[in-house]
């Protein structure tokens, strides 16, 4: 992998913006078939939305964490470049919130039974509404896909801590209100683990890869027979001709024009308006980028004092985090320390860099616990992402998935916001980098 800058135009076959998994995988399969590949990141680094870095004295994933066998197609790359998984650890206690919003402590087993019920409720419709994963648009879905989760919810009639607890869980999956998120984000990642809510959970927020997603992105980049350019922002992109056998002129922020036959952005959803297009972006683009999708939230990782017991703790949508996890112990000079991950539902309710802010949020839901550090990335700030994981708003996924995934000339787009099967997973990032380099080769 270079590191540098040119001078000169580089006349590629294709040129891939963005090295997260879409553009490392794109890149690759290209590559290896024979074209002419430059894959440009503006970052100092691989990875896009993962990111693996040094902090709070651990080795932490600042962005996508978790992985599942259920994933094919992250699974397929796990056994090509034979990465391990770990599991985070199981929780000795549970934390959550009465119907009146005071606090409960209880068991694992306690808190499933309180949620099975609304949990299967809401998604007891999925084999009508989504018969078969990989295609979520066909369906029920259609005429469903106007509700989104809390009108679900309201259906439901369930008591009022249940109600409580089912919301709280279903603010972590989503990571944004729940009046915000299409009742379809939740169909569809129950639909790609067969009908079934348990395997979904697993398959969402249990298994780490070993050694990390730095290391994982690393593989794949061994495998990129063409130039990986780092700290290379595009400003435009100029298609050349009206169709295939044409071309693209891609100008950076440095004033540098690149000349390609086809160009796959992996830019998500709500920030490729970054990026200055010519012709425009189709309408489908526009039109979901101004509206924003659904998620709107934010992980922190935290340091609290002591080696306390593993638990998982719960909040409302409304509290300034929702979920709360023990991931890792640790012992350093200062003592022992365990290292805890949560999620808000809405970025702008918490100040991360006030440990004061923390502490009060904390306080909220598990009490007792003395935090000392925060390490965090806004995903929402981040001119690359402006998102964390994809999640759509009410209507927006049938409305737009399929037109979403079509090249407009020679422009292609791969990215976890138009896969078809674990939409806003690392699972769909692969599977549209895949879909993408297919389409670009035979095009070429």
């Known amino acids: 992998m270079t590191n540098h800058s040119h001078d000169v135009t580089a006349d590629v076959d294709v040129v891939v913006i963005g090295a997260g998994f879409a553009g490392l995988v794109a890149a690759r399969e290209l590559s290896q078939a024979g074209h002419d590949v430059l894959l440009v990141e503006a970052r100092d680094r691989i990875g896009g939305r993962t990111w693996t870095d040094e902090r709070l004295g651990h080795t932490l994933e600042m962005g996508a964490n978790w992985v599942h066998w259920v994933q094919p197609h992250v699974?397929?790359?796990?056994?090509?470049?034979?990465?391990?998984?770990?599991?985070?650890?199981?929780?000795?206690?549970?934390?959550?919130?009465?119907?009146?919003?005071?606090?409960?402590?209880?068991?694992?087993?306690?808190?499933?039974?309180?949620?099975?019920?609304?949990?299967?409720?809401?998604i007891d419709d999925v084999r009508s509404a989504m018969p078969?994963?990989?295609?979520?648009?066909?369906?029920?879905?259609?005429?469903?896909?106007?509700?989104?989760?809390e009108d679900r919810m309201n259906q439901l009639g369930l008591d009022p801590a249940a109600r409580a607890a089912n919301d709280s869980v279903w603010t972590g999956h989503v990571n944004a209100p729940l009046s915000q998120v299409g009742l379809s984000s939740a169909l569809r990642w129950v639909a790609a683990t067969g009908g079934h809510w348990e395997?979904?959970?697993?398959?969402?927020?249990?298994?780490?890869?070993?050694?990390?997603?730095?290391?994982?992105?690393?593989e794949i980049a061994k495998d990129v027979r063409g130039e990986i350019r780092l700290n290379t922002t595009v400003a435009s992109i100029t298609q050349t001709g009206a169709g295939a056998g044409t071309g693209a002129v891609i100008t950076t922020t440095d004033g540098e024009r690149i000349t390609a036959r086809r160009v796959i952005s992996t830019l998500p959803v709500n920030a490729i308006a970054e990026i200055e297009f010519s012709p425009a972006l189709p309408k489908v683009w526009q039109r979901q980028n101004a509206e924003r999708v659904a998620s709107r939230g934010t992980k922190v990782w935290m340091r609290a004092?002591?080696?306390?017991?593993?638990?998982?703790?719960?909040?409302?949508?409304?509290?300034?985090?929702?979920?709360?996890?023990?991931?890792?112990?640790?012992?350093?000079?200062?003592?022992?320390?365990?290292?805890?991950?949560?999620?808000?539902?809405?970025?702008?309710?918490?100040?991360?860099?006030?440990?004061?802010?923390?502490?009060?949020?904390?306080?909220?839901?598990?009490?007792?616990?003395?935090?000392?550090?925060?390490?965090?990335?806004?995903?929402?700030?981040?001119?690359?992402?402006?998102?964390?994981?994809?999640?759509?708003?009410?209507?927006?996924?049938?409305?737009?998935?399929?037109?979403?995934?079509?090249?407009?000339?020679?422009?292609?787009?791969?990215?976890?916001?138009?896969?078809?099967?674990?939409?806003?997973?690392?699972?769909?990032?692969?599977?549209?980098?895949?879909?993408?380099?297919?389409?670009?080769?035979?095009?070429?």
Request: charged share 25%; with cysteine.
């Open 305 to 444: 004092e002591g080696h306390v017991p593993r638990f998982f703790a719960y909040a409302s949508q409304h509290d300034p985090l929702s979920v709360l996890k023990a991931e890792f112990y640790c012992t350093d000079e200062r003592g022992d320390y365990t290292l805890l991950v949560g999620f808000g539902a809405d970025h702008s309710k918490i100040n991360l860099e006030d440990l004061a802010d923390v502490q009060a949020a904390v306080n909220i839901f598990r009490p007792g616990l003395t935090i000392t550090d925060v390490a965090a990335h806004d995903w929402m700030t981040d001119p690359l992402a402006q998102t964390t994981w994809m999640t759509h708003r009410p209507g927006q996924l049938t409305r737009d998935l399929v037109e979403l995934q079509e090249p407009q000339g020679v422009l292609h787009f791969a990215t976890t916001d138009n896969a078809n099967l674990w939409g806003g997973f690392i699972d769909g990032a692969i599977e549209s980098g895949l879909r993408e380099a297919r389409r670009v080769a035979a095009a070429l």
């Open 75 to 122: 699974w397929a790359e796990m056994t090509r470049y034979n990465r391990e998984i770990t599991r985070s650890p199981k929780a000795e206690e549970a934390y959550w919130h009465d119907a009146d919003g005071n606090p409960v402590q209880g068991t694992l087993e306690e808190f499933m039974a309180l949620i099975s019920p609304g949990q299967q409720l809401l």
């Open 199 to 218: 395997l979904m959970h697993e398959a969402s927020a249990t298994y780490r890869v070993v050694d990390g997603m730095r290391d994982f992105t690393a």
């Open 132 to 149: 078969r994963g990989p295609e979520p648009t066909v369906g029920e879905i259609q005429n469903l896909d106007a509700l989104s989760i």
